[in-house]
């Protein structure tokens, strides 16, 4: 459609030319916020906008995966303690998994980057996926996460803008900083996550040597029905390792494969990773006494207060046969939750339930839980019928193939008995679309940039330095001022480092995995070898 046809459109009384409207034409009055009960949740399913946001955000890439698209994966198993620290695991979740010392659970595990595409260096900076589904005598559970414990935004109905802020220019389709840092300036929740990822933390040196979290706050609940909040922590005992840019740029120049690489020959040599899961546990209420909201995952519990808890201990012994099969077509949700686990009203674990197991019908199809990676390792009946690419009925031992619904008194299958006490939280409030009242933006920005070495420090400020660099001055007076909020030493070197930058605002900025990436296009016509045509 041209200029002068955009004109004639019409327009509602509140909306000019820049009025943000969904596909309907409704003008969207608050892009921020999901509808809740309080501005705490939980989250109610009639949130058009936001579900019309997130399905469409869904289905934008075929078949890859619009985030996390590059991965590894491996078979192996968990063996639960019976304990949470030193107390009986049974004192806070009834989950049979983690009942008895010495249980082992089958499980796989899928290591990603997020932004990238399926064939992307695995030097990039960029969050990793760190997703395990465990095969437990109750169906599957997964424990969806990343290696960096917190998040850049709070509320779901961001996710499709901050993804679209970190993926390459439509325009273009170069990653662009500039575009990121003029979501992030303009977002100063994200501030304490750009804080990890353009340190060193950003770039792991493999899977195998990177920390993993739920990131998200869920709860768990005992044989009483009673629930506690809960965070999760999987910590590598083959140590932690960090790249800097520079060394992930020499190791990029060789090889784009060698997290995956290290992974697998790990493992085909008998090496096998190990890494111990530990939870953080909270009542289960808004903690006034705390300065942030526990629900909100771009907080850090602090470990001084609630203690991390050993419950046992993941190990990965067996490569996968085949990549496709197993490793691209595995199916994750945050919402595959089994008796004892439950979840939380965290505004980003209630978008991502809903997003997950959308994706996974729209990428892999309807019938993704009968792939085998895919299905829990006991009986399935269902009355789903039909869709794309079924090659097998979930029928039960003795139900009538002719019944495929419920209730029924001719054979169908019938609902199964409560085997404890359910918990029913009580929920009261208006429905609003509201921040939280303690958003608490850069606070542990700052304590995260003190207790980083002088190096990580170091490292910090010259990757947002050369990344901000060409941004526009607004942008990086808004960054610069996040900074200064958090902690005065961060905003004084990173207003520094901008001065003593190369001046000169170019078109478009560079990636974030790049000190120099302006100049590669001219060197690589520099250096390039002529050659005669054939």
């Known amino acids: 459609m041209d200029k002068r046809k955009r004109k004639n459109k019409k327009r509602a009384d509140n909306e000019n030319e820049e009025t943000l409207t969904n596909r309907q034409g409704h003008p969207v009055t608050n892009n921020q916020n999901m509808r809740t009960v309080g501005n705490r949740g939980p989250t109610t399913l009639e949130n058009y906008d936001f579900l019309e946001k997130i399905s469409h955000f869904d289905r934008e890439r075929i078949p890859e995966r619009v985030v996390h698209a590059r991965g590894a994966g491996a078979h192996g198993y ?183 690489q290290d992974l697998y020959e790990a493992i085909e040599k008998g090496d096998f990773p190990e890494w111990d899961l530990f939870v953080q546990i909270m009542s289960d209420d808004d903690h006034p006494e705390l300065d942030f909201d526990p629900l909100d995952d771009t907080k850090l519990w602090p470990n001084d207060t609630f203690p991390w808890k050993h419950v046992g201990t993941m190990t990965l012994n067996k490569n996968p046969e085949d990549y496709f099969t197993e490793v691209e077509q595995v199916a994750f949700g945050t919402g595959v939750l089994v008796d004892g686990l439950d979840f939380s009203d965290d505004k980003m674990l209630q978008g991502r339930t809903f997003s997950y197991s959308d994706t996974q019908r729209y990428r892999v199809g309807p019938n993704y839980l009968q792939l085998p990676i895919n299905a829990p390792n006991k009986r399935v009946a269902t009355n789903q019928r039909g869709g794309q690419m079924q090659y097998k009925v979930d029928l039960g031992e003795k139900q009538n193939p002719h019944i495929n619904y419920e209730p029924s008194t001719i054979d169908g299958l019938k609902e199964a008995k409560p085997t404890a006490k359910e918990y029913t939280p009580f929920i009261e409030g208006h429905l609003v679309r509201e921040s939280i009242d303690r958003p608490s933006n850069t606070k542990q920005a700052g304590e ?37 909020e958090a902690d005065q030493e961060y905003g004084r070197r990173l207003r520094d480092g901008l001065a003593n930058a190369p001046k000169g605002e170019t078109e478009h900025s560079k990636p974030i995995s790049s000190k120099e990436g302006n100049d590669a296009p001219e060197e690589a016509v520099e250096k390039g070898h002529d050659a005669e045509p054939y």
């Open 78 to 260: 968990f063996t639960a303690t019976g304990k949470a620290g030193d107390e009986p695991v049974s004192t806070y979740t009834r989950a049979k998994l983690f009942q008895e010392e010495g249980k082992q659970t089958p499980l796989f595990v899928r290591f990603s980057s997020v932004i990238h595409g399926g064939t992307s260096p695995e030097t990039l900076r960029d969050p990793r996926g760190f997703a395990v589904k465990f095969y437990t005598e109750d169906g599957n559970w997964d424990l969806v996460g990343n290696n960096l414990k917190i998040f850049f935004i709070r509320d779901a109905i961001k996710f499709p803008d901050l993804i679209h802020a970190f993926k390459p220019d439509p325009v273009t389709n170069i990653q662009d900083g500039k575009r990121i840092f003029d979501f992030c300036s303009s977002s100063p929740e994200t501030f304490h996550m750009i804080t990890f990822l353009f340190s060193p933390w950003g770039i792991p040196a493999n899977y195998r040597m990177m920390q993993g979290s739920g990131v998200n706050t869920y709860k768990w609940v005992n044989e009483e029905g009673k629930a506690v909040l809960v965070k999760y922590h999987w910590e590598p005992k083959q140590g932690i390792k960090n790249l800097t840019q520079d060394e992930a740029d020499k190791i990029q120049a060789t090889n784009f494969n060698h997290a995956t």
């Open 448 to 484: 995260t940039f003190r207790n980083f070495e002088e190096w990580e420090r170091e490292e910090l400020i010259a990757n947002l330095v050369s990344a901000l660099g060409p941004a526009d001055k607004r942008i990086q007076e808004k960054m610069i001022a996040l900074a200064e």
